[in-house]
């Protein structure tokens, strides 16, 4: 398994903009699906973004297409997450998470076997 650390959460205006970053440990890294989820406070962890192992494709859940950013540099073993124009909606705690075997397009939790221990982020109307 890889090992993930997040950083770069915090408190922001809404409108305002955060860049999420991910380190990845091991020398697989670019053998990963990586892919980004949310977490807010009573609710269920859910799909935001993901970028293929190459880094050339992604997707997006819709309610953040055309706001956020995900991008990889598997030189460096990172995947960032640039968040604009950011919501209330957009509060939680994001995770990091890799893929070993899951096939293009998933989303579901069940097949990230690899996560962060999250970062905070907070939006503030």
């Known amino acids: 398994q890889v090992q993930l650390v997040e950083s770069g959460g915090g408190l922001v205006q809404a409108g305002g903009s955060l860049r999420l970053s991910c380190a990845a440990s091991g020398r697989t890294f670019s053998s990963y699906l990586m892919g980004w989820f949310r977490q807010a406070p009573g609710k269920e962890r859910e799909f935001v973004a993901a970028?293929?192992?190459?880094?050339?494709?992604?997707y997006y859940d819709d309610s953040v297409k055309g706001r956020f950013v995900i991008s990889r540099d598997n030189a460096k073993n990172t995947v960032n997450l640039q968040m604009n124009s950011l919501k209330p909606e957009d509060m939680a705690v994001y995770y990091c998470?890799?893929?070993?075997?899951?096939?293009?397009?998933?989303?579901?939790?069940?097949?990230?076997?690899?996560w962060g221990q999250g970062t905070q982020v907070t939006v503030s109307s």
């Open positions: 998470a890799a893929a070993a075997a899951a096939g293009w397009g998933t989303r579901r939790t069940a097949d990230f076997g690899s």
């Open positions: 970028v293929s192992r190459a880094g050339g494709r992604t």
